[in-house]
């Protein structure tokens, strides 16, 4: 049976239901109550800005040193059993974080977790790439977006009420002294907790979709016979054409992980404002990049990019000079909701000028990039919020937004030398 979607996307409607049902549990789980509690979590457990920076660091060290290493293996295993181990391995490191909160067992897991999450990202793009035809890429890419940001949406919403929420279901079974505060490490740990479990049942939901039926390429054996045979990878045009996602990551590193921080701090709101802006947030990330498809034909993948690069410099800007809390979650859902157009139109824009055998790779070059991005800006983030300040951290990310707009533009301008030729 096929599912017609409203932009003619014809899809297989069991997997397809399996990988959106994995999807939402995963962006509700790891993502939008996470996004909440992870930071206030280690704030209760006692660690000062620096050291939940260097928390917040810690993942993308272990994406970045994996990134290589995981894309060949995903060329050579398959990207669905990637995804199905990585998504597992991302849930058991949530519950060593939570039930041994001792910093080294927090670092080493966060480590981990950045492996495993880095691993599944690598993978991502080539099963959602196999699951649909090259045509219709873009939709797909769109339609995931639109169950992930509404699934952190949700997340988020339930994420800020669910540290109180539970101190108050667990009190008769609980002792009084851990269930006391709605701000302790029981009551986050609690929300995290919870977290993992829903980050569990996605692993059980992904299982139906099955390894995509398609030639299994091997981007450094064409023929295992033959080493003659065995096409070289392009190292130097991969490199090239995944630049932007260097400033594309410092942006999010500086801002993603430390949101929930920026409006508690700046405005002094409760844990169920912060998030219910967040959650207000990540619905417009949902459906902004909508807007892709129409883009993507007026302007190209590139020239669209572009424009909504800016638009997003724009809202981070007004986050930066925003005089109150209204106005700021307005720059808030303008510079989030614009700037995530990035990955629907990146990834087909990479994967529209390779062979199917480079995705893979690419795939791995572009988690690294990015991983040097989000590492360097969340190494700095504890400096530079307590020597300049959240404002004017605002400022940096308006300006590398733009930036990053720029670097899509002019690097993918000229086609013949972005596109490798094959055959």
């Known amino acids: ?12 409607n069991r997997r397809v239901l399996y990988f959106m049902l994995y999807n ?9 109550i996470a996004d909440v509690a992870l930071n206030f979590y280690f704030v209760s457990l006692g660690y000062d800005v620096a050291t939940i920076a260097l928390l917040q660091s810690v ?17 050579k295993v398959g990207s669905y059993r990637v995804m199905l181990y990585s998504t597992l391995g991302c849930a058991l490191s949530f519950l060593a974080m939570i039930f041994f909160p ?28 196999a699951l649909v035809e090259s045509t219709r890429h873009t939709h797909f890419f769109a339609y995931h977006n639109v169950v992930s940001m509404l699934s952190m949406s949700f997340g988020s919403f339930i994420g800020g009420g669910m540290p109180a929420l539970l101190v108050t279901a667990l009190a008769p079974i609980i002792p009084a002294a851990a269930v006391s505060d709605a701000q302790s490490p029981f009551a986050y740990g609690a929300a ?13 939901s992904f299982i139906p979709v099955g390894e ?22 392009p190292w130097r045009l991969l490199v090239i054409m995944t630049l932007p996602m260097i ?52 302007l190209g993948h590139a020239r669209a990019l572009g424009v ?11 986050l930066s000079f925003a005089p109150t809390l209204a106005w700021s979650v307005v720059g808030f859902v303008i510079g989030t909701s614009f700037r995530n157009t990035m990955q629907p139109l990146f990834q087909p824009l990479l994967m529209t000028r390779l062979p199917s055998s480079l995705h893979s790779v690419v795939s791995s070059v572009s988690n690294i990039m990015w991983n040097i991005g989000w590492l360097t800006a969340t190494t700095l983030s504890g400096v530079l919020q307590t020597t300049i300040g959240f404002r004017a951290i605002m400022d940096v990310v308006a300006i590398g937004t733009l930036f990053t707009g720029f670097c899509i533009v002019f690097i993918f301008q000229q086609k013949r030398k972005m596109q490798l030729q094959v055959g």
Not at 102 to 129: D, N, S
Not at 195 to 202: E, K, R, T
């Open 192 to 204: 995290l907790l919870l977290s993992a479990i829903i980050m569990l049942f996605s692993v059980l």
């Open 1 to 12: 049976m096929l599912l017609r979607l409203k932009s003619g996307l014809m899809l297989d």
């Open 308 to 318: 909504t690069m800016t638009i997003a410099s724009i809202g981070f800007m007004g």
């Open 212 to 233: 995509p039926d398609v030639p299994r390429h091997n981007a450094l054996s064409a023929d295992a016979d033959d080493k003659s045979k065995r096409p070289p990878i």
């Open 59 to 75: 993942p993308r060290l272990g994406g970045f040193l994996t990134s290589i290493p995981m894309g060949l293996v995903t060329a």
């Open 24 to 32: 939402a549990l995963l962006h509700v789980g790891m993502f939008g």
């Open 247 to 298: 400033p594309f990551g410092f942006t999010g590193g500086l801002t993603f992980p430390f949101f929930n921080l920026f409006f508690r701090s700046q405005f002094g709101i409760d844990d169920q404002v912060v998030g219910t802006i967040l959650s207000i947030g990540w619905m417009g990330m949902a459906f902004v990049p909508m807007i892709n498809s129409s883009l993507e034909k007026r």
């Open 102 to 129: 001792q910093l080294w067992v927090i670092i080493t897991a966060r480590f981990l977790l950045g492996f495993f999450y880095g691993a599944q990202q690598i993978a991502l793009a080539p099963l959602m790439g």
